[in-house]
């Protein structure tokens, strides 16, 4: 293709992509697979570009490229499902208290400055040394320090994180770290 048709297939992609994506998790009910989709009917889209962009409708075309591409999966399935006299699965737990208190806790770091909500989130969610934290907000150590120390005291008074308090925190990779007391610096 010609830098001109090249040009013309992006930007009809970069236009089409959040209409495309939508109509392909309406079909295949998964982000994952209709990433995958959409991306497969806009390689296909791309091979006959001249026919799509010379069609009436392109967005139509390149559409009818993705349900086409959509049954062929299908078609090509060998995996077939097996029916087994116990559940695969192990049932879990509720999580819905789980996302309260993750949904408090991001309020409450949005009520921090924004100098200490940094330094709080570098220090005790991407589990940075207070030095990587320094290098990455490029300010000193000690200033990295007064900045944990005074964020985790906003959030110690915050009336909203007193039932987050009372268990133990996790790490972003879902290890326990025990919640930070009062005076006291990782």
Same mark, same amino acid.
């Given at each position: 293709m010609?830098?001109?048709?090249?040009d013309e %297939?992006?930007n %009809?992609?970069t236009? /089409?992509?959040?209409?495309l994506l939508?109509?392909?998790?309406?079909?295949?009910?998964?982000? +994952?697979?209709?990433e995958?989709?959409?991306?497969?009917?806009?390689?296909?889209a791309?091979? #006959?570009w001249n +026919?799509?962009?010379?069609?009436d409708?392109?967005?139509?075309y390149?559409r009818?490229?993705?349900i +086409?591409?959509h049954?062929?999966?299908f078609?090509?399935?060998?995996? /077939?499902?097996? %029916?087994t006299?116990r559940l695969?699965?192990?049932?879990v737990?509720?999580q819905t208290?789980?996302i309260d208190?993750?949904?408090?806790?991001?309020? *409450?770091?949005g009520?921090l400055?924004a100098?200490?909500r940094? *330094?709080v989130?570098?220090?005790?969610?991407?589990d940075?040394? +207070?030095?990587?934290?320094?290098?990455a907000?490029?300010?000193?150590?000690s200033t990295?320090?007064?900045q944990?120390?005074?964020?985790?005291? #906003?959030?110690r008074?915050?009336?909203l994180? *007193?039932?987050?308090?009372?268990r133990p *925190?996790?790490?972003?990779?879902?290890l326990r770290?025990?919640?930070?007391?009062?005076?006291?610096?990782?």
């Amino acid at each position: 293709m010609s830098n001109a048709s090249d040009d013309e %297939f992006h930007n %009809f992609m970069t236009g /089409r992509w959040p209409s495309l994506l939508r109509t392909a998790y309406l079909l295949t009910g998964s982000h +994952h697979d209709a990433e995958d989709l959409a991306q497969n009917a806009l390689a296909r889209a791309y091979v #006959k570009w001249n +026919h799509v962009r010379n069609s009436d409708d392109m967005a139509a075309y390149v559409r009818q490229i993705m349900i +086409h591409a959509h049954a062929d999966r299908f078609r090509r399935r060998t995996v /077939r499902e097996w %029916f087994t006299p116990r559940l695969p699965e192990t049932p879990v737990a509720d999580q819905t208290a789980h996302i309260d208190r993750r949904s408090a806790l991001m309020d *409450a770091l949005g009520r921090l400055p924004a100098r200490q909500r940094s *330094a709080v989130v570098l220090c005790y969610f991407e589990d940075m040394t +207070h030095a990587q934290v320094a290098a990455a907000l490029g300010t000193r150590t000690s200033t990295v320090r007064s900045q944990i120390t005074r964020g985790l005291a #906003k959030l110690r008074e915050d009336g909203l994180l *007193a039932a987050l308090a009372e268990r133990p *925190a996790t790490t972003s990779a879902g290890l326990r770290r025990p919640v930070p007391q009062k005076g006291t610096i990782r």
